[in-house]
């Protein structure tokens, strides 16, 4: 067959994916094998593919595929997060630019709306990930509002609702006033901003000229204030108690109470207390029973409560409202000041502290199983270092907030009787028969008009919390085959920031559920970074588009450039560069098949010593290698594992082995060579597959004739068998000694076709290795080699360990050039001898270090000192 001559990854990759998804191979059910299953993080269902999404999926991929090519019964998830607040937001924003205001719609024509809009643009990003190469089992694909999971969120809030453990309760939410929900803490990310710390003075009632000074951040709460709180301890306002102070602008009445909660150092040691808007203050007020003036509506504007401002945006008003406080003499000073905002982790906004009626789900009791499960490892994180972050969570854990004031998402199943009693139940119709037969007279009947459902909706994160259990139907039908064979999965890979939102949810719906961990291993990936160090974003324009990075370099190449630089845990600082070195190693390993595939076989021909004993060489670094690999994967190290196998690739096969058995130009290859070179190249690029699949499946498919339904990520992984060490020790000598004849060929000028003779000078009697002299000689075209004690011949020494060669030459020789690079190599030997000196006649050193620390100090100082005479007994030859 004709082989192109440059790698086209548009001409391969469609092929393949169209091949693999017609050959099922991506598709599990159950059966007698192991299975090994992960399933996919939910992307939103607004989502398309970013930089962190290829990083993510490209580290999955791998994983599953590795594990479908050991003979596991492999199944990754997929499946979009309805992602409540953002959906919500990009269909009100598509009604907006049709002419329709969301205020004017029913909540079913709403819901009809954004069921279109999930329809068109729903799964963009999962095909997106079909360029990647994700080899998804795509006919399990699942969205967290279809029927069996919008069904088991149902029957886990009925559940937990009978539990005791869900309640409905006023309490103090983070509001964001853009979405118009209440979020949980865990979506609030707080952010160091510059700010304005305002000096306000409030007049004492009954006085004309008697003032107490607060400090704040938010003059536009004052509007909102109930009482002044100092430290009961503080002399500077003993002589307050008993006061009642005037809020300005509005003269409302105020107490002035004392409680230790005051920090007597923050600003004035006077804290204005405003019940509706900042929870240490709503713990004041029920305290003291204060008054709770909601000065703000659910947009963020001034409310009647307010009296002043009403309809106003709270920022505008901050500023209107310090200029009207200056103007009537009640700002003492404004001092710059910086602290920590949160902000919507959804919209940005600037989170509201707002009192409001919220379910909340109870979490201590969920939660101490989940922490034991990770404390003893049960369930791994890889890195460690995250049970850190874990453990201080789950020990300083609170309710969660579960009610959203939106529409898209799974309404809460709860239904309110005209007298206000609450009936939690899948169906109104079911609410109502619980209703007539437990809470009726008997003498008149319930219908359906008398009850009204709640209109907020879940919590997104409390359906992905269900994840990996509902994606089998295990809630609903929790003795199915499905969930018995595939759960608990294997491995999440996931970021770090979502570690509470999810990854600790998981874990405690996953035991208290299934009494089962979800999940036996959790990667954590680091941040895609630009070369500054700042987080990707379109905002801020520093983000590649992550298909035209495919389209312009091949998704093998976007794998191999992305995984280099990400060790787990760890930030990745994006380069275009890394891309181009996975471009340049997938046209390496195309260059090498051609070149292999060029081979002309002759079946009578004798195999060459130099081939034999190559072969039997890289057998040893193969396998060596491969228990490298091996073990990097069993720790999660999946960059490291990478690494090697590409320096198993580059270096080692296509940069010396081919070299070490390539014919010469024009003539034919033995048979028993070529069969071996075919076979490692196979066995290379079945460890590669995981990593970069379309280029080996190629590549795998030319090497060798195929059945119509053969491919590379079906077949099995080698396994890596024995290897001797002291051959691979042997070579790595005789490479050093090749590249310092490519050395001397170069300074001398003397081209790769001209022969030359090595001497080889024997220390003492010792038997001289020879094992890789064939190696040598044809790959420095050395025409004689030879071993002698003695050597007084004109010509180049070089040194190599402690042993000593000598390439004749007397015509070619500069004298002074030649002793000044000797001297020089004799001056820095020197050095280096007296550091490993230092190093072993330090006691404290020699009596703490590990033994093999101490023999490999010894043995740097053994050959330093052999070089040194060598280099000595050469200095002291070419002066005579």
């Known amino acids: 067959m004709e082989i192109a001559s440059k790698y086209d990854p548009s001409k391969v990759e469609d092929k393949w994916y169209h091949y693999w998804m017609k050959q099922g191979f991506f598709h599990s059910v159950p059966d007698e094998r192991e299975p090994y299953c992960i399933v996919i993080p939910p992307p939103n269902v607004t989502g398309v593919l970013h930089m962190g999404h290829m990083l993510n999926n ?109 309640y409905r309760g006023i309490r103090m939410v983070n509001w964001d006033s853009k979405a118009l929900t209440a979020v949980s803490d865990e979506e609030v990310i707080y952010k160091e901003v510059s ?71 923050f600003g004035t040691g006077a804290l204005k207390v405003t019940p509706a808007h900042d929870i240490n203050d709503y713990n004041l007020g029920l305290k003291y029973q204060l008054e709770v003036v909601d000065t703000f509506n659910p947009n963020g ?5 307010a009296q002043l401002f009403v309809g106003e945006d709270r920022f505008v008003v901050r500023k209107k409202i310090t200029k009207e406080l200056q103007s009537l003499g009640h700002i003492v000073r404004i001092d710059e000041y910086t ?46 270092k995250y049970k850190n972050m874990y453990r201080h969570w789950m020990e300083n854990v609170t309710d969660w907030c579960i009610s959203r004031q939106l529409w898209w998402g799974h309404r809460i199943p709860a239904y309110y009787l005209p007298d206000g009693k609450i009936i939690v139940a899948r169906s109104k119709e079911e609410a109502v028969a619980f209703a007539n037969s437990n809470l009726n007279d008997q003498n008149s009947k319930f219908t359906p008009d008398d009850l009204k459902q709640d209109e907020d909706v879940l919590d997104t994160w409390f359906s992905s919390w269900l994840w990996p259990i509902s994606v ?105 560069g890394l891309i181009e070195q996975g471009r340049n190693f997938c046209n390496k390993m195309w260059n090498a098949m051609r070149l292999v595939r060029g081979w002309q076989v002759s079946p009578g021909l004798e195999q060459p010593e130099v081939n034999k004993v190559s072969i039997l060489w890289f057998d040893s ?33 296509c940069s010396w082995f081919l070299e070490m058995i390539k014919p010469a130009y024009q003539q034919p290859i033995d048979k028993d060579t070529f069969e071996g070179v075919i076979t490692f190249f196979e066995k290379l690029i079945q460890v590669l597959h995981p990593f970069m699949p379309f280029i080996t499946e190629e590549i795998w498919q030319i090497l060798r004739e195929r059945q119509e339904q053969d491919s590379i990520m079906i077949s099995r992984q080698p396994f890596a068998g024995s290897f001797n060490q002291e051959m691979i020790d042997k070579f790595n000598f005789a490479r050093d000694v090749i590249i310092a004849i490519r050395s001397v060929r170069k300074d001398k000028n003397l081209l790769q076709k001209d022969p030359i003779q090595l001497v080889i000078r024997k220390n003492n009697d010792e038997i001289p290795n020879t094992t890789f002299d064939p190696v040598m000689c044809k790959l420095c075209n050395i025409s004689e080699l030879s071993y002698n004690s003695e050597n007084d011949d004109a010509g180049v020494s070089f040194v190599v360990g402690s042993t000593e060669f000598f390439i004749p030459m007397s015509s070619h020789i500069d ?17 280096f001898l007296d550091k490993v000196n230092q190093k072993l006649s330090n006691n404290n050193f020699v009596n703490n270090a590990p033994v093999q620390v101490i023999e490999i100090e010894r043995k740097k100082q053994s050959d330093a000192e052999s070089r040194i005479r060598v280099l000595t007994e050469q200095i002291n030859k070419l002066k005579m």
């Open 58 to 166: 490209t580290i999955q991929d791998i994983l599953v595929r590795r594990a479908r090519m050991l003979g596991k019964n492999a199944c990754w998830v997929p499946g979009t997060d309805h992602a409540s607040i953002a959906t919500e937001a990009k269909v009100v924003v598509k009604l907006r630019d049709e002419g329709i205001d969301k205020a004017n719609l029913t909540r079913e024509q709403f819901l009809e709306h954004a069921w279109q809009w999930k329809a068109k643009h729903g799964g963009i990003i999962l095909e997106q990930l079909k360029k990647l190469g994700a080899s998804c089992d795509w006919e399990r694909t699942c969205f967290t509002m279809d029927e069996a999971l919008y069904g088991s969120v149902i029957d886990v809030f009925i559940d937990l609702f009978q539990k005791g453990l869900i």
């Open 195 to 265: 700010s304005k710390l305002f000096y306000v003075r409030y007049r004492v009632e009954g006085t004309e000229n008697e003032w107490l000074t607060i400090a704040t951040t938010r003059p536009e709460t004052i509007l909102g204030d109930t009482a002044i709180c100092v430290h009961p301890d503080d002399e500077r306002y003993k002589n307050f108690r008993g006061k009642r102070i005037l809020v300005p602008l509005i003269n409302r009445s105020i107490p002035v109470i004392f409680d230790e909660y005051v920090d007597r150092e």
């Open 301 to 305: 504007t001034m409310s009647p409560a």
């Open 339 to 384: 602290n920590k905002i949160g902000y919507s982790e959804r919209t940005d906004e600037v989170i509201e502290p707002r009192i409001s009626i919220q379910w909340f789900l109870k979490m201590k009791t969920l939660a101490k199983p989940a922490l034991d499960l990770v404390e003893n490892d049960t369930i791994r994180f890889y890195p460690a």
């Open 472 to 576: 089998f139907d295990g809630i609903r039908h929790p003795g199915n085959s499905d969930i018995n064979y595939y759960y608990p999965t294997n491995d999440l890979v996931t970021a770090p920031e979502i570690i509470f939102f999810w990854v600790a949810r998981m874990i405690m719906a996953g035991w208290e559920y299934r009494k089962a961990i979800p999940f036996k291993n959790v990667y954590f990936t680091g941040i895609v970074r630009d070369k500054q160090g700042r987080k990707m974003s379109k905002s801020l324009g520093n983000s590649p588009e992550p298909l035209d990075l495919i389209s312009q370099y091949g998704a093998d190449a976007v794998r191999v450039g992305m995984l280099l630089c990400s060790p787990a845990g760890n930030d990745l600082l994006y380069d275009d």
């Open 621 to 653: 670094v193969f396998n060596a290698a491969l228990q490298n690999i091996l073990s990097q994967y069993s720790g999660y190290r999946l960059s490291e594992a990478l690494m090697a196998a590409y320096k198993l690739a580059w270096d080692d096969f």
């Open 815 to 831: 004298l002074e050039e030649e002793l000044r690079k000797l001297e020089d190599e004799l001056n820095y030997t020197r050095g």
